[in-house]
């Protein structure tokens, strides 16, 4: 997503009512360019931690004045991440608002601490050169592996070479000796020498953190597990964004599926690098291949011409039975598993075809059991919210692609229609138009299901 003069519009917006409101904040930093241009995917706000409930009502009124349809809000934390859709207009932006600075509970600057450092920036408040260093300098290491981008080793080098406070106000945190064994690192430019203090540095953090305010320190830890757990654990259903895409081979289901990520990437502003949208094929896997199983444990070799899905004769009942068994334990094991994985970091589930395969498709699984059985296994099951259908001619099914025979083609496509129109989870999509008008298609059912409407 290109930052442009709507995103600095409802950016300037949000932070003239702020003022109105008398709301102390300032943008912790990549703020060079603002209000109209960011080199960075998103904006973090800092706010008072009393004001982080009106500081989010103005944001999502201003979202709304703006004529952004559709808003998704997750936290983290006292971090809320806030972002606004509009496939209308074409537009998705991401701004954080920050209730207090904690990495796992542990608070070592206060908003109030942290105020005194901002200044003016083009009409708004930023947090300015030096305390910016402090951040990224503790932040990229603290509580976590460090991975140092070249952009934060030069702040790093750049805020102790500009600023002989810094290493004073690090040696208060973390103690003299340690502190001198970082910034010699530090003055040599050998970062790789200076995150193996890291650990040491987190551990003195936290010492300092819990000596400074022992009560709040224990408490935010507490919370800070707690919405963990009961994030990934008990109300995982509650944040989960799982949608499957059925269609026989040829349908394009792996073009719309490709196309639709990208589209969601978009406009939930995700860097390129780091998808929304982990994709899952038939089932989770968290089971091998019964083919591979086999050949591990030398019953008989793989059969790896996966160009032709009904190259297997069907088994016999017990086989199949044990066959749709094993299947049923890696989905109820492995659907859990992965999407409660997803959900930790607010990713978007999607499967490349689903169980519903077995009833439809039971040869590509070589299963030769009765209708009602299968139905049974099925419904067993965890399902996703959303199932979308593809529904293209069968002639034109065959021409893409020659996998089945156009028989085939014509009984899947006939068993699809049936499942499509008896469950309220699927919804079909024409696929004989050009594949970003499904893709559209899909995505507002999408926005409608996981997000709020403004």
Same mark, same amino acid.
């Given at each position: 997503?290109?930052?442009?003069?709507?995103?600095?519009?409802?950016?300037?917006?949000?932070?003239?009512?702020?003022?109105?409101?008398?709301?102390?904040?300032?943008?912790?930093?990549?703020?060079?360019?603002?209000?109209?241009?960011?080199?960075?995917?998103?904006?973090?706000?800092?706010?008072?931690?009393?004001?982080?409930?009106?500081?989010?009502?103005?944001?999502?009124?201003?979202?709304?004045?703006?004529?952004?349809?559709?808003?998704?809000?997750?936290?983290?934390?006292?971090?809320?991440?806030?972002?606004?859709?509009?496939?209308?207009?074409?537009?998705?932006?991401?701004?954080?608002? &920050?209730? %207090?600075?904690?990495?796992?509970?542990?608070? &070592?600057?206060?908003?109030?601490?942290?105020?005194?450092?901002?200044? /003016?920036?083009?009409?708004?408040?930023?947090?300015?050169?030096?305390?910016?260093?402090?951040?990224?300098?503790?932040?990229?290491?603290?509580?976590?592996?460090?991975?140092?981008?070249?952009?934060?080793?030069?702040?790093?080098? *750049?805020?102790?070479?500009?600023?002989?406070?810094?290493?004073?106000?690090?040696?208060?945190?973390?103690?003299?000796?340690?502190? *001198?064994?970082?910034?010699?690192?530090?003055?040599?430019?050998?970062?790789?020498?200076?995150?193996?203090?890291?650990?040491?540095?987190?551990?003195?953090?936290?010492?300092?953190?819990?000596?400074?305010?022992?009560?709040?320190?224990?408490?935010?830890?507490?919370?800070?597990?707690?919405?963990?757990?009961?994030?990934?654990?008990?109300?995982?259903?509650?944040?989960?964004?799982?949608?499957?895409?059925?269609?026989?081979?040829?349908?394009?289901?792996?073009?719309?599926?490709?196309?639709?990520?990208?589209? &969601?990437?978009?406009?939930?502003?995700?860097?390129?690098?780091?998808?929304?949208?982990?994709?899952?094929?038939?089932?989770?896997?968290?089971?091998?291949?019964?083919?591979?199983?086999?050949?591990?444990?030398?019953?008989?070799?793989?059969?790896?011409?996966?160009?032709?899905?009904?190259?297997? /004769?069907?088994?016999?009942?017990? %086989?199949?039975? $044990?066959? &749709?068994?094993?299947?049923?334990?890696?989905?109820?094991?492995?659907?859990?598993?992965?999407?409660?994985?997803?959900?930790?970091?607010?990713?978007? %589930?999607?499967?490349?075809?689903?169980?519903?395969?077995?009833?439809?498709?039971?040869?590509?699984?070589?299963?030769?059991?009765?209708?009602?059985?299968?139905? $049974?296994?099925?419904?067993?099951?965890?399902?996703?919210? $959303?199932?979308?259908?593809?529904?293209?001619?069968?002639?034109?099914?065959?021409?893409?692609?020659?996998?089945?025979?156009?028989?085939?083609?014509?009984?899947?496509?006939?068993?699809?229609?049936?499942?499509?129109?008896?469950?309220?989870?699927?919804?079909?999509?024409?696929?004989?138009?050009?594949?970003?008008?499904?893709?559209?298609?899909?995505?507002?059912?999408? $926005?409608?299901?996981?997000?709020?409407?403004?």
């Amino acid at each position: 997503m290109e930052w442009d003069s709507r995103h600095g519009k409802i950016l300037s917006k949000t932070l003239t009512r702020f003022k109105e409101h008398n709301i102390k904040y300032f943008i912790i930093r990549n703020y060079e360019g603002l209000p109209n241009i960011n080199s960075s995917k998103d904006v973090d706000i800092l706010v008072q931690p009393e004001s982080v409930g009106i500081a989010k009502g103005i944001l999502k009124s201003v979202y709304k004045e703006n004529g952004v349809s559709n808003y998704h809000e997750v936290q983290f934390g006292r971090v809320f991440c806030c972002h606004g859709i509009d496939i209308n207009v074409k537009i998705g932006i991401h701004i954080d608002i &920050i209730g %207090s600075y904690v990495s796992k509970g542990f608070e &070592i600057f206060t908003f109030d601490e942290m105020y005194p450092y901002a200044e /003016k920036y083009n009409d708004f408040f930023v947090l300015n050169k030096y305390f910016e260093g402090v951040m990224v300098f503790i932040y990229k290491q603290f509580n976590y592996n460090p991975i140092l981008k070249e952009e934060y080793k030069e702040i790093i080098y *750049n805020t102790h070479r500009e600023y002989p406070e810094f290493k004073t106000l690090i040696s208060k945190l973390v103690g003299i000796k340690l502190a *001198n064994n970082i910034f010699l690192e530090i003055e040599q430019k050998n970062f790789a020498k200076m995150v193996t203090y890291s650990e040491d540095l987190t551990k003195a953090l936290r010492k300092y953190a819990l000596r400074r305010q022992p009560l709040q320190t224990i408490k935010f830890i507490i919370l800070f597990f707690w919405e963990k757990i009961n994030r990934i654990m008990f109300s995982y259903r509650k944040y989960s964004k799982v949608f499957s895409v059925m269609a026989p081979d040829g349908a394009g289901k792996t073009t719309f599926i490709d196309a639709l990520q990208e589209k &969601i990437d978009f406009y939930f502003v995700n860097d390129k690098k780091d998808n929304r949208c982990n994709v899952y094929h038939f089932r989770p896997n968290i089971l091998p291949n019964l083919g591979e199983l086999g050949e591990k444990v030398g019953v008989n070799e793989q059969d790896k011409d996966f160009t032709n899905p009904h190259r297997s /004769k069907p088994a016999n009942k017990l %086989s199949s039975l $044990l066959r &749709i068994a094993y299947y049923w334990l890696d989905y109820v094991v492995g659907y859990n598993l992965l999407v409660r994985r997803d959900v930790k970091h607010d990713k978007f %589930s999607v499967f490349d075809r689903y169980s519903y395969d077995f009833l439809v498709d039971p040869g590509r699984t070589r299963l030769n059991l009765p209708m009602w059985l299968r139905k $049974l296994f099925v419904k067993c099951m965890p399902h996703p919210r $959303l199932v979308f259908y593809l529904d293209a001619t069968p002639e034109v099914i065959y021409k893409r692609k020659q996998e089945l025979t156009l028989d085939e083609i014509i009984r899947q496509t006939a068993a699809y229609k049936e499942l499509a129109t008896s469950h309220k989870r699927f919804i079909s999509l024409d696929a004989d138009r050009p594949v970003s008008e499904s893709v559209d298609d899909a995505l507002k059912i999408i $926005l409608e299901t996981f997000t709020v409407k403004l």
